[in-house]
């Protein structure tokens, strides 16, 4: 079984995503490095993680592969935007219930992906 699966599929990281995009919408060291509109970003982070989780390929239909290193470039993330980052998406992670195990698998994910998009 899939991540995806295990999390309850699509709906899971729809609600994951926007209980993170909440946070981001206030917080004052990541929220400048987003565009005014925060509903793309939402999609191709849904549609990103629900396919690096086992998920529908929707996301490479639409965007091609993610190179997330390349994407990332343009944004300055140092330690304290990484740090934040994780905080948000920790936090996130805590209003949905999640079965531990896959839980600490996203966490882990998130952490190790945060901490390789640092580029200042």
């Known amino acids: ?16 995503v926007g209980a993170f995009y909440a946070g981001v919408a206030e917080d004052p060291i990541l929220r400048p490095m987003y565009p005014a509109d925060l509903e793309p970003p939402k999609r191709h982070l849904t549609l990103f993680l629900a396919q690096f989780f086992g998920g529908p390929q929707t996301y490479n239909a639409e965007r091609g592969h993610p190179r997330l290193r390349a994407r990332h470039l343009p944004f300055p993330i140092d330690q304290q935007a990484r740090d934040a980052w994780v905080r948000r998406m920790a936090a996130a992670l805590d ?20 901490t390789f998009l640092i580029n200042r």
């Open 1 to 16: 079984m899939t991540i995806y699966e295990a999390v309850g599929g699509m709906e899971t990281f729809r609600r994951l």
């Open 95 to 114: 209003t949905i219930d999640l079965p531990p195990a896959a839980r600490a698998e996203l966490l882990r994910y998130f952490e190790d992906a945060a």
